[in-house]
């Protein structure tokens, strides 16, 4: 394997050289990310490398804690798990792999080829969210007691959320009730229908201001803020019967 970098105005990836094409479509995807996240957050990341990595084993290498992550979340949800984002680079399967991974369904291939804007995604509103410029081990769990958020936003915000009707609609089959706001389990899948519904009711500013504040409350509250206080058997109601439509046949 030859790496080789490329660049773009605002990233540079770092990759295989058969991979090049892939690596300036993936640039490509990130400027667009990045474009529509400066509309919604006042800081985007710039300067920041995308590595794709061509087999799970070598991503995994990076991070040990990815197969962890894998085995804890949702069997319909573990194909979109491509990668994980550090403070300056985004690890990420390339292109041609995550197309390998994806499943016959519609959708499948659309969520995964928007795999390295989401963990951008992911990145760029951890560091608009002042509560998680803390200690290391206050972080995490930070972040897994909020993973229905951060998760869901970065997904939302990437563009994947709109793909996953086919991946949400098995999810519900397959597994028990989900609870809400969704668990650790269904924070990656399910996590965006949240923030889908709150940008449909309230808009997509009202969406972003969510992201970027862990409500010293907790979730119910910071649902009830964003719901203009309204009652969360009420919000959760209506998460429910979204849900019921998105797992719906497409009309």
């Known amino acids: 394997m030859t790496w080789v970098e490329s660049v773009s105005p605002s990233f540079h990836a770092r990759h295989d050289s058969a991979d090049a ?3 300036h479509r993936v640039l490509h995807s990130l400027e667009l990310t990045r474009e529509r996240l400066d509309e919604f957050f006042p800081e985007t990341i710039g300067d920041l490398t995308v590595v794709l990595h061509r087999s799970v084993a070598s991503v995994s290498m990076t991070n040990p804690l990815l197969p962890l992550v894998w085995l804890t979340t949702v069997p319909a949800a573990r194909r979109y798990l491509a990668g994980w984002a550090g ?15 994806a499943s016959n369904v519609p959708g499948s291939r659309e969520m995964l080829a928007l795999a390295a804007a989401a963990l951008y995604a992911k990145r760029v509103i951890a560091v608009n969210n002042s509560d998680l410029r803390r200690s290391l081990p206050l972080r995490v769990r930070q972040e897994l007691r909020w993973a229905w958020l951060l998760e869901g936003s970065a997904r939302w915000f990437s563009g994947q959320t709109e793909h996953a009707r086919p991946a949400i609609a098995r999810r519900l ?6 609870s809400f706001p969704p668990g650790l389990r269904d924070a990656t899948l399910l996590g965006g229908t949240v923030i889908d519904l709150l940008a449909r009711e309230e808009g997509e500013a009202a969406a972003a201001r969510l992201a970027v504040r862990l409500h010293p409350q907790g979730a119910r509250a910071a649902l009830s803020e964003a719901f203009h206080g309204r009652s969360l058997a009420h919000t959760e109601g209506a998460w429910r019967a979204h849900l019921s439509r998105l797992a719906g046949p497409t009309r």
């Open 21 to 23: 094409d892939d690596a």
């Open 87 to 101: 403070g300056q680079e985004v690890h990420v399967l390339a292109p041609a792999v995550l197309a390998d991974h």
């Open 173 to 178: 089959r397959e597994g028990g009730r989900p």
